[in-house]
């Protein structure tokens, strides 16, 4: 079974996703980490980040794992850097290339094969599971989006800065030549701007229960 979020940044979809398959017991996976990791990967790298073969190529030779809800990369788990500033600022661009989403979604494909889990991401609902059992659309206010991501506690921006980045990033993945964030015609549109996580996990509880 899978179940399948997508949603712009700072919509609750990871908080929501893991709290679903905890309940449901199966697993959490968190696709935007693979793209965190390969950018975490390329700028420690030192190779031009600019240079779209050059990032391809050097994505093919990275080793993703996924491990109790973190990710491995070459070996090392890498999931407490995958929100550091510059990854991500540079993850959507990295994003935008259809070669490294090729790599992302085969590896992902591979990972998931018999599991049960919930996935999140920007296309879970629409290209890598397309035939999900349940597909859900999570959307708030760029007020809400920003002002989450601040609490986080994991930028260094301010408020401002980081709702200047969540604009510039969501018109990016809404417009990406493959995988470009939109709303499945089978999904359930939540707007959670007004929403606790809880009255969130409820409503998809109880959609996944009808
Ligand atoms: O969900 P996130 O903020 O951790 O995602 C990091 C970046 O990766 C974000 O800019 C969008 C991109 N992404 C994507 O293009 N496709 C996905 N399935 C997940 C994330």
């Known amino acids: 079974m899978v179940i399948a979020i997508d949603g712009p940044a700072g919509t609750g979809k990871s ?43 050097f994505c093919k030779k990275q080793k993703l794992d996924y491990v109790n809800s973190h990710l491995i990369l070459n070996g ?13 600022a540079n993850a959507s661009p990295v994003s935008a290339i259809p070669e490294v989403r090729h790599i992302v979604n085969d590896r992902l ?12 991401g920007r296309d879970m609902t629409t290209v ?3 035939d999900a059992e349940y597909k859900f659309y999570l959307d708030a206010s760029i007020d809400v989006q920003a002002q989450r991501r601040f609490n986080q506690g994991v930028s260094n921006l301010s408020l401002e800065e980081i709702k200047e980045a969540i604009i510039k990033r969501d018109a990016l993945d809404k417009s990406k030549k493959e995988g470009a964030l939109k709303i499945a015609p089978d999904a359930t549109y939540i707007d959670t701007s007004d929403l606790t996580i809880e009255k969130v996990c409820e409503i998809i509880i109880s959609k996944i229960h009808q």
């Open 15 to 57: 908080t929501v996703a893991s709290l679903i398959a905890k309940k449901l017991n199966v697993t959490f996976l968190n696709s935007g980490s693979f793209y965190r990791g390969l950018t975490l990967a390329l700028l420690e790298s030192g190779v031009d980040i600019q240079n779209p073969d050059v990032v391809i190529d």
């Open 76 to 88: 090392v788990d890498v999931e407490s850097r995958l929100h550091e500033d510059q990854v991500s």
């Open 128 to 130: 890598v599971f397309p």
């Open 109 to 120: 494909h591979e990972i998931v094969k018999s599991l049960s889990i919930v996935c999140e």
